[in-house]
Structures are given as structure tokens and as C-alpha cells.
């Protein structure tokens, strides 16, 4: 059997069972309490808030993905259709932050 | 000696599918949708970012010194939407403990897993439309300034997201009453978990782009 088939057959078959999702689901919880634990020490963890709170909000994106969407066990051609555009919209973003607030900064007020 | 035509080994396989790539077309074309979708959103979240901190009037989203001194009070209630953060997580679990049920051929679980995924996500809409009354009460309107347009247009064009979800899985969950949603349409399910957890993802973006980093 060529890997593609067999990546074929796991596609179809390899869904985790609830205990898998009652875990991941926990975990999610748990990350969700760490963001909002960021939030509310903030004054602590100075200017690393935002980049604990985007990692951890990566995490979270991760795990549902790869799991509640089954993108770790289905065909890779789903993980490259989602991760494709997805990588266009990180570029999106990026653009326009480039755009308004180092290449054309707007007034700071709030 | 005839020639034997090449045969795939998956094909004698009896999950394979008749498709080029061996996949079912309606969960590739799924994803099609929400790598469009993401690209909708990734306009969004751009436009709040870009135009972050860039409202020269009240109300601001968070805590805000004016150049002449005065101290403005941020308008996001924080622990309601870690709250409606919460329930919508747990409609995701809900959603995977719908697609477990119908898998192994359980309709009667499937559906009232489906119902709760549905509930939650209506409880979910609920915080959104307190918040959004209690915000206009308080003078944020989308022509209020830069904050109240992309504020409203980012996180009502999630809340319309989750509304068509939930009239999807209350769909769903007719069929699964009616006894039509056995093991073998599964993949319908499992297409609406796609989406709603699509939905869920966008959130776990959202959250604390907007509500959590100042």
C-alpha cells in the first residue's frame, strides 16, 4: 500500500473517541484560565503580556484545530487547504499593520 | 500476455472514494469555505488592529489617559466575555461529542449533543447581544468613532457566524429527532462540527485581540 493510500485509510477511520476530546477540552479550559490569569497580571509580566497571551491563544487554535477538527488525523490536503489561506490571512494582517502604524501612523489617542 | 491495468492499492479498499484525490468532495469543498472565511476575518481583525487606539473620542475599549490628563475608563466588561468565551469552548466539546455519538450509531445521544452545542452557542449570542445594548446605552455606536465601527463589525460579523451555526446544528438536531441522522450521514455532521468550530477558532482569535491585550 502507497503512503497516500494509507493516509487515505487513516483519514477515514482515525477520529479519537470522547476521552481524547474530554482532555483536550480540559486543556483548553486550563488555557483560557492562563489568558485570563495574563490579563489580570498584567502589570507583572510588563510588556510581555501581549506575547504570552497570543502564545497561549496559539495553543488554543492549535488544539482545536489538530484535534476538535481533526486536522492531525485526517488527509494532509486538508491541513494544506486551511493552512494555505491561512498563511495569506497572517499576511493580511501583517500588511495592514504595516500600513497604519509604521508606514502611515494614524494619531494615538485610545 | 494482455496488459493488466494499474489499479491503485486503496482502490479495492472499500472506504476509498471515487474522487481524484480519494477524499469526499463535499468535506474538501468545506474546506475551501473556511479558508475563504479566514480570509474574511483576517480582514477584519486587520482593520480593528490597524485602527487600534486610533479613537479621538470616548468610549474607548480600555483604560485611557487623554493628553490633557483626564482618565478615561475602559468600556469592556472583561469577566462577562471571558464567561461567553467559556460556553462557546464548551460548545465545541459538545459538537465532538455529537459527531463521537453519531459515529457508533447512538442518534439518541447525538442529537442532544447537537441540542446543547445549539444552546450554548444561543447563550453565547445572548452575552453578545447584552454587551452590544449595554456598549450603545453607553454612547458606542459604529458611528461613534474608529473603535465602535471595527469593534462592531468584527465581532457582529462572528455573532452572525454563530447564528447561522445554530439554525444549522437546531437543523441537525430535527433530523437526528426524526431518526435521520444514522452512522452512514455522519459526514453531515461532521461537516457542521467544521463550521462550528471554524467559529470557535475565529473566537479564540478574537477574544484576545480585542478584550485582552490593551
Not at chain 1, 37 to 52: D, I, R, S, T
Request: a neutral charge; one cysteine or more.
Amino acid at each position: 500500500m502507497t503512503s497516500e493510500a494509507a493516509e487515505i485509510l487513516h483519514d477515514q477511520h482515525a477520529h479519537p473517541g470522547p476521552r481524547t476530546y474530554t482532555k483536550v477540552a480540559l486543556w483548553l479550559t486550563v488555557v483560557t484560565i492562563l489568558e485570563i490569569l495574563a490579563y489580570v497580571f498584567e502589570k507583572q509580566l510588563a510588556g510581555f503580556v501581549a506575547p504570552v497571551i497570543l502564545f497561549l491563544s496559539g495553543l488554543k487554535f492549535a488544539g482545536v484545530a489538530m484535534w476538535y477538527m481533526h486536522l492531525k488525523f485526517d488527509s494532509r490536503i486538508f491541513s494544506g487547504i486551511f493552512l494555505f489561506p491561512l498563511s495569506l490571512a497572517a499576511l493580511v494582517i501583517f500588511g495592514l499593520l504595516l500600513l497604519y502604524h509604521a508606514l502611515h501612523p494614524l494619531p494615538w489617542v485610545g | 500476455m494482455a496488459s493488466v491495468p494499474a489499479v491503485p492499492a486503496h482502490a479495492s479498499s472499500p472506504h476509498h472514494l471515487d474522487t481524484s484525490t480519494g477524499l469526499d468532495s463535499r468535506k474538501m469543498a468545506f474546506w475551501c469555505f473556511i479558508g475563504a472565511e479566514s480570509l474574511l476575518f483576517a480582514a477584519l481583525i486587520g482593520s480593528y488592529l490597524a485602527y487600534k487606539g486610533a479613537s479621538l473620542t470616548p468610549p474607548f475599549p480600555h483604560d485611557t489617559v487623554l493628553p490633557n490628563g483626564q482618565v478615561v475608563k475602559g468600556i469592556l466588561n472583561i469577566p462577562l466575555t471571558s464567561v461567553s468565551t467559556f460556553v462557546l469552548l464548551t460548545s465545541s466539546y459538545f459538537m465532538v461529542l455529537a459527531l463521537a455519538a453519531i459515529q457508533r450509531g447512538d442518534q439518541r445521544w447525538g442529537t442532544v449533543w447537537l441540542f446543547a452545542t445549539a444552546l450554548a452557542g444561543s447563550v453565547f449570542l445572548g452575552f453578545q447581544a447584552y454587551e452590544f445594548t449595554h456598549f450603545v446605552r453607553e454612547g458606542l455606536t459604529l458611528r461613534s468613532n474608529l473603535f465602535g465601527a471595527t469593534f462592531y463589525m468584527l465581532t457582529g460579523c462572528h455573532g452572525l457566524h454563530v447564528l447561522v451555526g445554530v439554525i444549522y446544528l437546531l437543523t441537525l438536531g430535527v433530523l437526528g429527532m426524526r431518526g435521520r441522522l444514522g452512522p452512514e450521514k455522519s459526514l453531515n455532521v461532521e461537516i457542521a462540527g467544521l463550521y462550528w468550530h471554524f467559529v470557535d477558532i475565529v473566537w479564540v482569535i478574537i477574544f484576545p485581540v480585542v478584550y485582552l491585550i490593551p
